[in-house]
């Protein structure tokens, strides 16, 4: 939520944070803006609306500056407008600031600051943050040899909430100031120059050397070096990380939409994952993991928590480890789990998955099983994240960087995980005979091959998303596993076709809901467990019968029975075939969207990562 991005060096500043803010773009796209140092000033740029309309503000200026921060914001306190637009400068434009997260005690400090002679621009909480920095410049901060350090720190020590934060002042004019709680933020190294972005997608074309900054810890970035210092401003010293990503995995490749692209990466992300896990030694799949039987023995329950998506790759998770494990799952909603004073104790493994790592929501739940005593074990697809950090463990989806707001390959990367996961659990247990492993194993080497299949014929889909476009209603249904496919299936609807839909587990339908089929209604089914298929089609012939428009989704050899559209999808193992049957349902939203001319990438009032609760 909100993206930042910072340059210092010898090149001009602007174009390289217009591009970051392009990259950083899914983080939020209701206004953007920039500030540089410039003559001893800090020229600052902005203005509501997207990047490429503060481009087109930026551009002409032609801004020499080789110092400067920059903003894309998702807008919390105060709506899209330039005047909240970031970057914020104090009231004697001595601090430019850009800020990612949330304040929580910002009317407090502005009344404090009011009550000081300051002004307010804003109806933002950011705009607190220069005044306050430049209330301590002025007033407090008196002995310390590095000013601009001791402001910033003074004013932060104030903040209560979430932050990232980037600071330029002409007072100091080779030096960026960053400090994080709660939010992330990473610093690019290269020759003569630093960079710094929210995410690693937004500099990787400069390079590949990270620094992940952690809470409460503050940065001096100049272009030659960086100083890094604790919350006692005490110096200390910092490891950069290797990130391999390719820089071009964070582009489009020729696809229209980063969604569509990132759908047809999925065949070589999970070719990826099933590799790198198939080919540890001594078939351990996991060498970070040391769970001993005897502690998984002792286990009363597994939790996962997620959001979103992550929550239904979460739901998929726990038919997986309770079909192989035969340990009770919950799966609960971070921002539920939190709040519920669950029960959680050192008999409860508790799992959090999190494509991005920095999900508000999530890592808080996670702070709380820990608090509690419980062993945690993250999923995560961003090496670094603050998820990564917090728990005990952590397994990695190799799916790269994930760009459109609506999540794909990273739901099909997490999925096969937690499956390969389960795998290792069952086998520590002893709850697997080692002829079902080699059949498991088997059929997902083969899952990639038969995901392009499904890629490769994508003509039914398309047909079928023109004829439904103009819907306002749709339902999906499923049973068991195939249920967690239906909730997907349609969170991927809403989000970017903007179609309202429920899914509902086939057979609950009766129980409510099917007062809301009436003719012509779309109701889409998902039918793969062979032990089901007769129960899920009565439940689909309930609907026809109440006449709704039929898909339907299957591995299965079905009779047509008036459905009015069959996809067919290869067969798999019954655990696995939630991997297969969510790419049609994607690739339906996908061209409902387009269908309907919508911004796939950047679906309204969403963003990529939600790091506000
Ligand atoms: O980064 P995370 O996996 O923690 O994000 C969780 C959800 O915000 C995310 O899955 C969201 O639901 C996506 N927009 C779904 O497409």
Redesign the pocket.
Known sequence: MCGIVGYIGNKKAAPILLEGLSALEYRGYDSAGIAVLENNKIITKKDKGRVSNLASIVTPCNLKGSIGIAHTRWATHGIPSMENSHPHLDNSSSFGVVHNGIIENYNDIKLFLIENGYNFLSQTDTEVIPNLIHYHFKNTVSNYQDKFLASVKSAVSELKGSYAIEVISPLFPDKIIVVRKDSPLVIGIANGENYIASDIPAILPYTKNFYFLDDNEFAVISKNTVKFYDNNLLEHKKETKLINWDASSAGKNGYDDYMLKEIYEQPDVIAETIKTRFSMPNNNYFDNLDFSKEYLESLNNIYIV??????HAGLVGKNVIENLCRIPVEVDIASEFRYRNPIVNDKTLCIY???????AD?IAALKLAKSKGAKTLAISNVFGSSITREADYTIYTHAGPEIA????K??SAQVILITIFAMYLAEVLGTISSEDISKLKLEITELPKKLETILNDTTQIKKFAKIVCTEKDMFFLGRNIDYCTALEGS??LK?ISYIHSEAYASGELKHGPIALIENGITVIGIITNPELVEKSLSNIQEVITRGAKTLVITNQSLPNNNIDNIIKIPETHPLLAPILSIIPLQLLSYYIAKSKELDVDKPRN?A???TVE
Request: hydrophobic letters at 35%; charged letters at 15%; proline letters at 0%.
């Open positions: 997620a959001c979103g998506t992550a929550m998955i999190s494509q991005s790592g920095e999900t999530t707001v609506a999540s794909t990273a739901y969170l991927k989000e969403l990529k990562s939600v």
